[in-house]
């Protein structure tokens, strides 16, 4: 066994499951020392390498966290809101670092989740890709720069898999835009807008998703006003950027004091 930190990815079957396995077992600065799956799922107690349609290559998959949790240095979670919830108190008794990529979050949810930070590194995030980490900080300044004349849209398009919208990111963009006009998102969100809905508030912080396809992930943030438009975009090709930020994040917090980090502290942008 090497010196490297030991990960473990939930969610072994899923999408992002898979590109995260395969962004660590092709990492020179980490290994894979497991994989788990819920309960009753068919991949449990068979060979992940069998199951990602490739040789067999002796890693099983597990349902049993604790015990694997126990064994890494960091669990990178991209799986529901409950499991995550479960993972972070696990971890929290483990000491292993614990990076969530989950959306879909309840304020409740993000709350259990964050307390955990007091008894390990936490980084969460909605996403978790430079590029999308720089819009949330441009869209924070221009939000600050520019007052409620212009309205501000926050777009975003996803493969028709994706369950919750609008997406994380769309989120993380929305409370930026929040932040930099110095109000609360909760009380300024639009988002739904179906049949008569009345003009328009101002000062409203509007979304809308587009679900088809295999969109990997695009976001605009469009600041309109009479006579003119500022559109800030980000397109996602690959979902191998959001695995390569999750690990790029599980490394970064290896040795750092318990606490709730996002990528914004990974990557040196606060």
């Keep these: 066994m090497s010196n490297l930190p030991g990960i473990v990815v939930t969610g072994a079957s899923g999408r992002m499951g898979q590109m995260l396995i395969k962004t660590v077992m092709e990492s020179a600065s980490a290994q894979l020392v497991g994989v788990t799956e819920c309960d009753g799922h068919d991949w449990v107690g068979n060979d992940l390498g069998k199951m990602m349609g490739g040789p067999e290559n002796g890693i099983p998959v597990t349902s049993d966290a604790s015990n694997l949790f126990a064994k890494a240095q960091a669990v990178i979670d991209f799986t529901s809101p409950a499991a995550s919830v479960a993972n972070a108190e696990i971890t929290a008794e483990t000491g292993a670092v614990h990076v969530v990529g989950t959306t879909g979050l309840s304020a409740e949810d993000i709350a259990a989740i964050d307390a955990c930070g007091a008894k390990t590194a936490i980084v969460r995030a909605g996403n978790m890709s430079l590029g999308v980490n720089l819009l949330v900080q441009l869209t924070k300044k221009v939000a600050q720069a520019l007052d409620d004349d212009f309205d501000i849209e926050v777009v975003e398009a996803h493969h028709h898999h994706k369950v ?107």
């Design 164 to 270: 919750d919208a609008p997406s994380g990111t769309a989120l993380m963009l929305g409370e930026a835009a929040a932040e930099g006009r110095g109000i609360d998102l909760d009380q300024a969100r639009d988002a739904g807008r179906d049949g008569i809905t009345g003009a328009r508030k101002k000062g409203d912080i509007g979304f809308s998703a587009i679900r088809g396809g295999d969109i990997v992930g695009e976001h605009d943030v469009i600041f309109a006003a009479a006579g003119e438009r500022i559109v800030l975009r980000h397109l996602a090709t690959d979902r191998a950027i959001f695995a390569r930020g999750a690990l790029k994040a599980a490394l970064w917090a290896q040795g750092k004091p318990a606490g709730a980090y996002d990528m914004l502290d990974v990557l040196g942008l606060k």
